[in-house]
C-alpha cells in the first residue's frame, strides 16, 4: 500500500467502507485504550481553537497523548492565526513540526485553506458547517448500544431543532455515509442548504439510506432508533439569542415526541446541553439517553481517526484495523 494525505474535513471526506473502518478500529479502542500508538515518539499533533471546547479539547488532548503522541494545543488568543496571521502561513509552519492538524474554527473554508497547505493530515474539530468527528462519535454510541458496526446500515435516526446548523449538516452526510434513513426537522427558515440535502440524498442511494427533511417533529421521529437534538444558538450565533428562542419550541425532545419513536430508542445531544430548552430534563436525564457514553466515545473514535489518517498517510495497513 504506497501512502496517501486523507483528511477529514466533512463527513463524507470518508465513504461508507472507510467510515466502517474506523468505527470499527474505535470499537477497539473502546475495548483497549491502548491499542494502538501510532504517534509513540512522542511526535506531536497540533490542537487548535478559534471557539471554546470542553469535549473536543479534551478528548483530543487525551487520546494524542493515549496514541504516544504530544498534544499541542493552542487557542486563538495565544496565537499569530488569532491576530491575522495567514491560514496557509500556519499550515506551512505547523506542518514541518506537527504529524496531524486539528482545528475549530469558523468558516469550513479555513479548515480546506490548512488542508491545502498542510502536508500531514488535517481534522476538522468543528466548523460552521460541519462537526464530522461529533458524528463518528455518535455513530459509535449505536454501534455500542445495538450489536456493533454492522448494526448501523438501515437504522433510522432523527435529528430535531436548528436544521441548517454544524450537527444538522454532518448527521445528514455521515448518517447517509452509513446507509441509515436520515431525518431532519426544524422550523421554515433553519432548514438544511439543498446542496447539501442533495449530497446527503445521493450518499444515502449509494449505500441503501434515504433522507427527509421536514418541519415536522412528529414524521421525523416517527419509529426512529435514535433521536438527537442540539443547542438552538449555535457558538458565534449568541448575538441572535432573542430571536432563536421562539421558532424551536415545537422541536423540543420532550416525552411526548421521544414517545414517538421506537420504544427503546436511544436519546443523543453532541453537548452542552440547554435542559428546558431543546430537551427536557426528563429526557436527557432519563433511562434512553446515552450522552455520556457519547462524550466518552469522542476520544475513541477520534484516536480512531487519527490512527486510520496516519496508517493512510504512511501506507501502514496495521493501523486500518
Ligand atoms: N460536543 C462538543 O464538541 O463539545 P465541546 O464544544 O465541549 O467540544
Ligand atoms: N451546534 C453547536 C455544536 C456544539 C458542539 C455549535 O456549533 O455551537
Known amino acids: ?8 474535513l466533512r463527513d463524507d471526506d470518508l465513504n461508507h467502507d472507510e467510515q466502517r473502518q474506523v468505527l470499527e478500529l474505535g470499537m477497539r479502542f ?10 509513540a515518539g512522542p511526535q506531536a499533533v497540533a490542537v487548535l481553537f478559534d471557539k471554546p471546547s470542553t469535549r473536543t479539547r479534551s478528548s483530543f488532548s487525551i487520546g494524542v497523548a493515549e496514541l504516544g503522541g504530544y498534544p499541542l494545543v ?37 479548515v480546506e485553506e490548512m488542508a491545502k497547505y498542510a502536508t500531514c493530515p488535517v481534522v476538522n474539530a468543528l466548523t460552521d458547517e460541519f462537526h464530522p468527528c461529533q458524528v463518528l462519535a455518535d455513530l459509535l454510541t449505536i454501534a455500542q448500544f445495538r450489536g456493533g458496526v454492522d448494526a448501523l446500515p438501515g437504522k433510522t435516526i432523527a435529528y430535531l431543532g436548528d436544521a441548517a446548523n454544524n450537527m444538522a ?23 438544511p442548504d439543498p446542496a447539501i440535502v442533495a449530497d446527503a ?10 433522507v427527509l427533511v421536514t418541519t415536522d417533529p412528529r414524521e421525523a421521529v416517527a419509529d426512529a432508533d435514535c433521536v438527537f437534538t442540539d443547542t438552538w444558538v449555535s457558538m458565534g450565533e449568541e448575538a441572535e439569542y432573542a430571536i432563536r428562542s421562539k421558532p424551536f419550541w415545537d422541536y423540543q425532545v420532550n416525552d ?23 430537551v427536557t430534563e426528563s429526557v436527557i436525564d432519563g433511562p434512553q439517553s446515552v450522552v455520556w457514553d ?11 481517526l487519527l490512527t486510520w489518517l496516519v496508517g493512510k498517510q504512511r501506507g501502514d495497513e496495521s493501523l486500518l484495523a
Open 1 to 8: 500500500m504506497t501512502g496517501q494525505l486523507r483528511h477529514m
Open 30 to 39: 473502546r475495548e483497549n485504550r491502548f491499542y494502538r500508538q501510532p504517534f
Open 74 to 110: 493552542i487557542d486563538k488568543s495565544g496565537s499569530q492565526l488569532g491576530r491575522g496571521e495567514p491560514v496557509a502561513d500556519t499550515a506551512r509552519v505547523l506542518t514541518r513540526m506537527a504529524y496531524g492538524i486539528v482545528w475549530r474554527t469558523f468558516g469550513q473554508d479555513r
Open 169 to 191: 449538516n454532518s448527521y445528514l452526510l455521515g448518517g447517509a455515509t452509513a446507509g441509515m434513513n436520515v431525518r431532519v426537522a426544524g422550523p421554515y427558515g433553519y432548514l
Open 201 to 210: 440524498e445521493r450518499i444515502a442511494a449509494e449505500n441503501g439510506g434515504s
Open 256 to 278: 411526548a415526541l421521544m414517545k414517538l419513536a421506537k420504544p427503546d430508542a436511544l436519546f443523543q445531544h453532541c453537548l452542552p446541553a440547554y435542559r428546558g430548552k431543546e
Open 294 to 304: 457519547e462524550a466518552e466515545n469522542r476520544l475513541h473514535a477520534q484516536k480512531a
